[in-house]
């Protein structure tokens, strides 16, 4: 996820099976990483992570023994977490995660099987609504962003590779091919 002027990389999958929880930041300004304070919850990959309201969120992923659906709120000024109301769309593994305004999205993923449904974040109050499930077919591992007033979902995996991208539009609450 990026905020401001640096982008973030946080938990992920190591050498095996091994999961990380550690969070770096990069500053494009002076082109350099550093260490930040490590995930408080269990270590875990393929997490969804946005930035809203000057603040970066993870959500769920899977750990070595199980998919999760916490939510954690990263924040840069103080290098704090907080762990937020957990994820309404239960717990998953590889969903795509953007924001638009203040408002957060999380798209698709896998938990026993693929995904389509849509759910927005609130962080202001922490609470989860289900929108207009994703337009194209049940995936994971895609990617989301956003540009505008517009978020986007491109790639991932459904039964092959996808090569699709996918626009949505927060105020019809409709997705639209591109």
Request: charged content about 20%; aromatic content about 14%; glycine content about 16%.
């Amino acid at each position: 996820f990026a905020l401001g002027t640096k982008g973030y990389v946080v938990a992920g999958r190591g050498t095996g099976s091994a999961m990380a929880k550690d969070l770096w930041s990069y500053d494009t300004t002076t082109n350099t990483w550093l260490k930040k304070a490590d995930l408080p919850g269990v270590a875990r990959c393929g997490a969804a992570a946005f930035s809203a309201n000057n603040k970066c969120f993870l959500v769920g992923g899977a750990a070595v023994d199980n998919v999760l659906a916490d939510v954690w709120e990263y924040r840069p000024a103080s290098g704090s977490w907080t762990l937020r109301s957990a994820y309404s769309g239960n717990g998953r593994i590889g969903a795509a995660g953007f924001a638009l305004g203040g408002t957060a999205y999380v798209c698709g993923g896998e938990k026993g099987s693929l995904r389509n449904d849509v759910w927005e974040f609130d962080p202001a109050t922490g609470t989860w609504a289900q929108k207009a499930d994703f337009g194209g077919t049940a995936r994971k591992y895609a990617t989301g962003f956003a540009i505008g007033t517009k978020g986007y979902v491109v790639g991932g995996y459904d039964t092959a590779p996808s090569k699709e991208l996918w626009q949505y539009s927060a105020s019809a609450n409709t997705w639209t091919r591109k």
